[in-house]
């Protein structure tokens, strides 16, 4: 199934993508795109971590959603998805809010985190996790009540602009002393202001895409 990529990239760089050990926290909007896409660019060991159930709202734009999965907690709809994909992958789950009293339940030797959750103190301890662990991590910023997905790019905390969700994040990074330039997918443009956050499924599925191509580049060494 992944002899194109193994074509493009060659054999030494598809086996560096099967050897990584990536963690998930969130399969939303965001996440459920970088799920998808990592499963089916080669990752072979994958954590994911998320307490929600799959609800009818999230139908347009969650690629976990469906009809057949109303009502499931997401983490066993990304199982399945996952295993009817690549029946030889190695999936790992927590039904659960990650927080700053539950962290420990994670392994120490990831060599990518993913930061697409919604909760700022979620985003604060998996960035100190990180950071202590000398693990890798991009994080999701706000990418909700946007339309351009053109204007969603990776960039670092410390640059991000028109993201009020990443300003509050800075500040709290700086204040614990964490680093404030690791990779964020944000959005430049400004978002429309409504009472709740809205989306479409552009926006979080091209943050969730280049979340994954950023990895996969990370890893690869072509000339």
Known sequence: MYERIINLIGNVNFNEIKSKKVLLVG???VGSFAFMALIRSGFQNITV????RVDITNLNRQLIANLNTINENKVDVAITLAKNINPDIKIYSH???LNKDNINILDTDYDYIIDACDTILTKLELIRFAEVNK???ISAMGVGNRTHGSDIIISRLDK???DKLAKRLRKLVKDNNLNMKIPVVCSRELPIKK???NSIVTTPGIAGLLIVDYIINDIINLS
């Open 27 to 29: 399969i939303g909007g």
């Open 49 to 52: 971590i998320d307490k929600d």
């Open 95 to 97: 039904c659960l809010n």
């Open 135 to 137: 693990i890798k991590i």
């Open 160 to 162: 991000t602009t028109n």
């Open 195 to 197: 009472e709740m956050v």
